[in-house]
């Protein structure tokens, strides 16, 4: 159970120890600072369990000194210096100061916010504070509102103001303080109340009616094909890859858009095993995991890809192909892609249109395979050929080579 009180005489008795800390010897290391001052505070004061502190994890611009994780979530990261760097501040009434102000004009608090403020986007964190024991500076580091220079943080200049301001402290940065939406409510993201959510698809008549392109779709596909050209059918490899980012801050957006605007899936859909594709930047989610374990068992399976119009089915087939499937599809299969956007009218003629596109890919993308051989022709229709000499073609087997020749024209078809 929090008990602040308790908790203000704790801090009380850190400042204490930490001075004596001081006079024997002389000065603290980062190492020192942090471990009988931030980690005291941390863990006795604003009681945040251990378990969901995680230290010195690495990220591409270096090691966070601590990531606090509220729900298994990252939530704030800690940047922590030795007590001897100095934090000083502008003296003003009131302890916020916007970060493009004159909060950045000492450059030890600017170096700390700006080294904070990268491991954030990196590891997608969305608070962070800078801090060396005795002052704390809090902020908000991605934020999709507004420029995160453009915000403000909360500054704490020092430990006795600290326990002056106790209220203020443990409102904000304790455990359960951090859980019920302190920072959301002090940098300005308030915490979303519930709010009726509709569907568009719940308020159409007919909701469930096939949609079907009309009469008028051959001729106006090709207009509508040059004005609004499927970026995934563009040939520059560099411009699908751009469709696709991955960082930090773009996640902590998706997340927040998701909680307000949600794709579900159909309940009827679900219940026949339908799975969500979460992807990532280097993978296609479950789809890529199906598909390479059938590549490698050999056995055919069929893979039903859904979504309505627009929600980018085309554009993830073709990254799957070019970029994050690219090595999978090359090494254990050959694979042809069959647009059915461009199929004929005609259903008549959609078996002869799959097996064009299947030989046109077989001489332009595999053509180095050189698998157009009558060698090969003949292996693949064994079985044609089977049975053409169990009837039409028995009376040649009895001539040398007779055979041979009678089936080129069955070969050529």
């Excluded at 006795?160 to 359960?176: A, G, K, V």
């Excluded at 009218?345 to 051989?373: C, K, Y």
Aim: net charge neutral; charged share 25%.
């Amino acid at each position: 159970m929090s008990d602040p009180d308790a908790a203000i005489k704790t801090l009380q008795n850190i400042k204490e120890v930490f001075a004596t800390f001081l006079a024997d010897n002389g000065r603290a290391s980062e190492a020192d600072t942090r471990a009988n001052l931030i980690d005291k505070i941390l863990i006795e004061v604003l009681e945040w369990p251990e378990g969901v502190i995680v230290r010195e994890q690495h990220v591409n611009q270096g090691y966070i000194d601590y990531s606090l994780k509220v729900q298994t979530r990252r939530y704030v990261a800690v940047e922590a210096k030795r007590e001897s760097v100095s934090f000083t501040f502008p003296t003003a009434a009131h302890r916020s100061l916007k970060l493009s102000g004159s909060l950045l004009t000492e450059k030890s608090v600017a170096d700390a916010i700006k080294q904070v403020r990268g491991y954030c986007d990196d590891a997608g964190i969305r608070y962070a504070i800078a801090t060396n024991g005795n002052a704390w500076i809090v902020f908000r580091a991605i934020r999709e509102d507004l420029p995160w220079r453009e915000g403000n943080a909360r500054i704490f200049p020092s430990i006795d103001f600290i326990i002056e301001h106790f209220t203020d402290f443990w409102n904000l940065l304790s455990f359960e303080a951090i859980q019920r939406g302190s920072l959301d409510e002090e940098f300005g993201s308030s915490v979303r109340r519930p709010r009726e959510l509709h569907r568009v698809v719940a308020r159409l008549f007919n909701a469930d009616l096939p949609l079907q392109r009309n009469r008028l779709h051959a001729q106006l596909h090709p207009l509508i094909e040059t004005i609004f050209e499927d970026i995934a059918d563009q040939n520059a490899l560099e411009i699908l890859q751009s469709c696709y980012v991955h960082i930090g801050s773009l996640r902590i957006v998706a997340q927040d858009l998701n909680a307000v605007i949600t794709d579900a899936i159909p309940r009827f859909l679900r219940q026949q095993g339908t799975e969500d594709i979460v992807q990532t930047a280097t993978d296609a989610g479950r789809f890529d995991d199906a598909v390479e374990a059938a590549l490698v068992r050999r056995t055919g399976q069929l893979y039903l890809l859904l979504g309505g119009i627009g929600s980018g089915k085309t554009t993830f087939i073709k990254r799957y192909q070019k970029t994050v499937g690219k090595s999978a599809l090359e090494t254990h299969a050959l694979w042809f892609h069959l647009d059915f956007l461009q199929a004929p009218i005609d259903p008549q003629n959609l078996e002869s249109f799959a097996w064009r596109g299947v030989l046109d890919q077989l001489r332009t993308r595999h053509g180095h395979l050189n698998l157009e051989t009558r060698k090969i022709i003949k292996r693949a229709f064994a079985d044609n050929i089977q049975a053409l000499t169990q009837t039409v073609l028995r009376p040649h087997l009895t001539y040398s080579g007779g055979l041979d020749n009678t089936i080129s024209p069955y070969l050529e078809k």
